[in-house]
């Protein structure tokens, strides 16, 4: 096998790796649906906070109904739950090894309500290493 044909080998599946890797990207910041996952890995640990409360304060106004405010953060990848009084809360927790560590991490989103519609999101995220 010459040089040129080794070359062409190793350099055609990279181009076309990283041609996908753009692609996704570009359907994911298109389609507007940020999920917990995506913040966990494309933000930096600085700014995931603000990010979060940005992206769901906006898809989630005051007035929204509870069960819709509930679907949309299901779609982020949490799991929710009613309380007697109807509102809810929804937690996205993941659990990996990252850089040989130990890494765990909840997002608990609580949306307060009135009437069966949010009046306010509250956001906390809670990492551990270990």
Known sequence: MTTKHM???????MAAGLL?????????KTNGALTFNDLEYDYAPASRVA???????????????????????RQ????????????????????????EFVHDV???????TDGGRTTDLQINRAASGI
């Open 20 to 28: 996908l890797l753009s692609a996704g990207a570009s359907f994911a």
């Open 76 to 99: 982020a990848g949490a799991h929710c739950r009613y309380d007697a009084a109807g509102a809810a809360t929804c937690v996205y927790s993941a659990f990996e090894v990252k850089d």
């Open 106 to 112: 909840k997002w608990t989103v609580q949306l307060r």
């Open 51 to 73: 990010v979060a409360t940005a992206d769901l304060t906006a898809r989630i106004p005051a007035g929204t109904p509870v069960a819709q405010a509930v679907t949309t953060l």
């Open 7 to 13: 070359i062409h080998n190793f350099v055609a599946p």
